[in-house]
């Protein structure tokens, strides 16, 4: 069965430092988001991005924050300048379309990602 | 957008079938209820979606009032794997054709031997 993959399971950085969280959705999805989960709290959306731009962002979602498509298959999420608040799961889920009834999201394991 | 409300905790004697309601009393006429749930700290497993039908797939069954204010989520054979946190969406659509999903806190499952 497809699913999402995401990579690194777990990414350590220094406060301040650059981290790229990558994710390989489901092949013909066409729709995809990330989500983040602070430790305890609820899943929360940050963005989604359809046809190379962003569908729509949350409030979380500040300068900091970037989505890129690199290829065919990746899907990426940069963080420019970790603060301690990032420290977080960073879900990756994708969905097949935007419309109907059929576009629900699958969502990927998740990077836990620790600012030090 | 429409809002959920479920219960914080609830058990269930594995073996037996678990019941989740959740209360929607404002959803409009094109939104979906959707039902996830969180193992652990593991990415969110889509488990079924409904409309105004009752739904049954593999894993479980959604029952949908007919004024669709509430829904409940029946899993007929609970096991100790099901043991879980279970959010019940509704779809906010977003116009662009994405869509966010809100979760809420949901309800932890605990299913005992």
């Known amino acids: 069965e497809p699913e999402v993959t995401q990579t690194p399971s777990h990414q350590v950085t220094q406060m301040g430092q650059e981290v790229i969280l990558r994710c390989v959705p489901i092949s013909n999805h066409l729709y995809f988001y990330w989500y983040r989960q602070i430790l305890g709290q609820k899943v929360e959306f940050l963005v989604s991005f359809y046809n190379n731009e962003i569908s729509e962002k949350s409030e979380i979602f500040d300068d900091q924050f970037s989505v890129e498509r690199p290829d065919g298959s990746n899907f990426t999420l940069k963080i420019r300048s970790t603060k301690l608040e990032d420290s977080a799961m960073y879900f990756c889920?994708?969905?097949?379309?935007?419309?109907?009834?059929?576009?629900?999201?699958?969502f990927g394991p998740g990077t836990r990602l620790t600012v030090l | 957008d429409a809002k959920t409300t479920q219960p914080t905790s609830m058990d269930c004697a594995e073996g037996r079938a678990a019941n989740l309601p959740c209360n929607h009393s404002t959803i409009s006429g094109n939104e979906y209820v959707y039902w996830y749930r969180q193992i652990h700290s593991q990415g969110p497993q889509y488990i079924i979606h409904?409309?105004?039908n009752n739904e049954t797939n593999e894993m479980a069954s959604l029952i949908i009032t007919e004024d669709r204010k509430s829904s409940t989520l029946i899993l007929p054979h609970a096991t100790l794997r099901d043991t879980a946190v279970y959010y019940c969406i509704v779809r906010v659509y977003s116009g662009a054709g994405s869509y966010q999903l809100t979760f809420g806190k949901g309800t932890k499952l605990s299913v005992i031997p």
């Open positions: 409904g409309l105004k």
């Open positions: 889920a994708s969905s097949e379309a935007g419309r109907g009834s059929t576009d629900t999201q699958y």
